[in-house]
């Protein structure tokens, strides 16, 4: 894989920024878009803009094809069994409410439990935590390692014969953790208990097949795999998602309508109310195409090799703190010694330099980390050894700079 070659395609990545070559290391926030991409959803504006699934008409009936075509693309991508489960939401954090409004809060009574983990984003901790006190479930948490992975042991420990979901991050956006979710899943229904897996780190990076991890929901987002903002995916399992209320009630999503109740449509359709988001759907799915084409294992190996740079140049530095795992996906969360990380990501910016800074929405994990915020670096397909040689240089700058106010 040519990652020189590769940048070449981003149209974005070929700026200057205060002055300097861009380097973009936010991935893991949202991804950059490549001309394929962003000429798929031209061109459906320019030639093929109308309504999905409603007309009869030349460019009705095209819309639909670009659309459903492109549901049959994602089922493809995660090794789904049938169309029918791939659900087209806004993006992860939709398909998990989904999935905790429409299915948990159906199902979950006193005396039951839900599992989760202290790493998780606030997109998958905030919906659990309502559900529990919405149904009177106790929400239980799986303890992490010193280093921030989670132990099989612990999982055993923590799922019981009362836990009826678990939702877990298949990879962390703050340590880059890897968890375990074919094991986790194998427990979970050896308890009883469906799992939900948030994906949105993990289907960039990694080939996912959801049959073989047998994962009941996983849910990801098209930004952050190449694709547009706004468009995100619910994959459920047929039976599990015919048990699943729909959250969001209008035109579309409907059988037929009386004057006092309502039948909805069958799978996907009945999750999809009102006009959906099809230029999103095009867009993701000629991002699909994109990543397929290069190979996700190719991208897996890239990363594995840039991270383990990453941390090895990092590690150089006197006064930087690397928090999480050595094995890795491809990010690295750190901080500069006595310098808040706004302020190392702005000296960093300055150099054209873009990382993130705060607490990413993880702020059970910075507690856990005894910390407030930090920085992080996140890579891509695009990324390179030069773009780390540049995040080093800038954080000795920053070093400096610091160092000589305080």
């Not at 926030?29 to 007309?55: C, D, F």
């Not at 429409?102 to 606030?122: F, N, S």
């Not at 999103?280 to 991002?287: K, R, S, T």
């Not at 383990?308 to 969360?333: C, F, H, M, N, W």
Request: proline letters at 4%.
């Amino acid at each position: 894989m040519d990652a020189v070659k590769i940048r070449q395609l981003f149209p974005i990545l070929d700026q200057e920024v205060n002055g300097e070559p861009l380097v973009y290391l936010d991935s893991a926030a949202t991804s950059q878009k490549p001309l394929q991409v962003i000429e798929a959803m031209e061109h459906y504006y320019k030639w093929n803009n109308s309504n999905v699934h409603r007309g009869v008409h030349t460019l009705g009936n095209r819309a639909t094809d670009l659309y459903e075509g492109a549901r049959d693309k994602v089922k493809s991508f995660i090794g789904a069994e049938s169309a029918k489960e791939i659900i087209f939401t806004r993006g992860t954090t939709t398909a998990i409410n989904t999935v905790a409004y429409g299915y948990a809060r159906q199902r979950l009574k006193p005396g039951d439990e839900i599992v989760i983990t202290p790493m998780e984003h606030h997109s998958n901790i905030i919906p659990w935590q309502q559900a529990a006190k919405a149904t009177g479930a106790t929400l239980k948490y799986i303890p992490l390692q010193p280093d921030g992975t989670i132990s099989i042991e612990d999982v055993r420990a923590t799922v019981t014969n009362q836990t009826k979901i678990v939702a877990m991050m298949h990879v962390s956006n703050v340590l880059g953790t890897v968890n375990p979710i074919k094991e986790v899943t194998q427990i979970a229904h050896e308890n009883g208990a469906i799992i939900l897996v948030d994906g949105a780190q993990g289907v960039p990076h990694m080939k996912v097949d959801v049959r073989d991890l047998d994962c009941d929901f996983y849910a990801f987002s098209g930004h952050k795999m190449c694709g547009p903002t706004g468009i995100g995916v619910l994959y459920g399992k047929k039976e599990i998602l015919e048990q699943t209320e729909p959250v969001e009630f209008g035109g579309e999503m409907i059988d037929f309508v009386d004057l006092y109740d309502s039948t909805w449509k069958e799978l996907p359709w009945k999750f999809e109310g009102g006009t959906p988001i099809i230029a999103g759907a095009i867009g993701l799915g000629a991002a699909i195409d994109f990543l397929t084409e290069i190979g996700l294992d190719a991208i897996t190996e890239h990363e594995n090799k840039l991270v383990a740079y990453a941390q090895e140049q990092l590690s150089t530095i006197d006064g930087v703190t690397i928090y999480g795992p050595t094995k890795r996906a491809g990010l690295v969360t750190f901080n500069l010694n006595d310098v808040h990380p706004h302020d190392t990501a702005t000296v960093l910016d300055a150099e054209g330099i873009a990382v993130r800074a705060g607490h990413h929405c993880a702020q059970p994990l910075m507690k856990w980390l005894d910390v407030t915020a930090t920085a992080r670096a996140s890579f891509y397909l695009y990324n390179t050894e030069e773009d780390v040689d540049r995040l080093v240089g800038g954080l000795k700058k920053a070093k400096e700079y610091f160092g000589d106010v305080f």
